[in-house]
């Protein structure tokens, strides 16, 4: 079993920066990938961004080039730098462990506001 924590969450005005934290806990020696989703109202959850162990990382077209995921093991914590945000960004941002993900935060609230 992780246990997943977000934290980083809040309200910035567009073009602003956010950067989520994801620290991870329990009974796990490893874990080889690691990502962000993101879920609006009313809409599917959808990939942000994964990592693998090693630091290779993937990214939706949406926030390739705006967005940065990275990890430190050491500290077992996952992090999702945020730049040029859009209100289209806005949504609840959920750090995932697994691939498929098997473990999930309970998010942690981004709004973007114009």
């Known amino acids: 079993q992780v246990q997943l924590v977000e934290s980083g969450g809040g309200l910035v005005q567009a073009g602003g920066s956010l950067r989520l934290s994801c620290v991870a806990s329990g009974n796990i020696f490893v874990t080889i990938v690691m990502g962000w989703y993101r879920q609006a109202p009313g809409k599917q959850r959808e990939l942000v961004a994964t990592i693998t162990f090693s630091g290779n990382t993937i990214y939706a077209d949406s926030v390739k080039g705006r967005f940065t995921i990275s990890r430190d093991n050491a500290r077992k914590t996952v992090y999702l730098q945020m730049n040029s945000l859009k209100p289209e960004d806005t949504a609840v941002y959920y750090c995932?462990?697994?691939?498929?993900?098997?473990?999930w935060g309970q998010g942690t609230q981004v709004t973007v506001s114009s």
């Open positions: 995932s462990s697994g691939s498929p993900p098997h473990s």
